[in-house]
Nanobody, 117 residues
């Protein structure tokens, strides 16, 4: 089992910044990929950014250059630094982890981000 706990969401004005954090725990947590997905209002969940256990990153085109994913393996934590936020970034942001050996995916409970003036 793996538990993912997100923090850092909130209300921010357009052009502002936020940093999301997600800390993992549980016996099945290891060196697999971690990342972030989001569900905008009325839309399906979509990829934001992921990072493999080896540090390889992948970003959605809509956030590349504005968002940065990073990882602290000693703290079992992944971060998402979000800059130059736009109203279109408004969504519930979910932390994600994939255990490669068990071929299982795990999700956090989600943290809301609202970009509005």
């Amino acid at each position: 089992q793996v538990q993912l706990v997100e923090s850092g969401g909130g209300l921010v004005q357009p052009g502002g910044s936020l940093r999301l954090s997600c800390t993992a725990s549980g016996r099945d947590f290891g060196s697999g990929a971690m990342g972030w997905y989001r569900r905008p209002p009325g839309k399906q969940r979509e990829l934001v950014a992921t990072m493999s256990g080896g540090g390889r990153t992948n970003y959605a085109d809509s956030v590349r250059g504005r968002f940065t994913i990073s990882r602290d393996n000693a703290r079992n934590t992944v971060y998402l630094q979000m800059n130059i936020l736009k109203p279109g970034d408004t969504a519930i942001y979910y932390c994600w982890y994939r255990n490669i050996r068990l071929e299982r995916e795990y999700w956090g409970q989600g943290t809301p981000v609202t970009v509005s003036s």
